[in-house]
């Protein structure tokens, strides 16, 4: 197979589209004491309406985090 088969295939012309990740990662979510407690005794109400797993989506927390604070 010769090059300039290859090169018919291959597209080195840049994307029209930056992508996904074009700005480079997002930095994580960093929570202050107060803002876990909310979060906690709001997670505890949730809990004992059988919603628990719906606020935590909502919020957009993990249950690991939860049980880490």
Known sequence: MSSSSLSAVRDDSPMSSPGPR???PTSR??????Q???YLAAYDAAIKNNE???????EGLYSSQITEW
């Open 36 to 38: 876990k407690l909310a």
């Open 52 to 58: 628990g797993d719906a606020y935590l989506r909502t």
């Open 22 to 24: 074009a700005g480079g």
């Open 29 to 34: 979510r960093s929570f202050t004491p107060a």
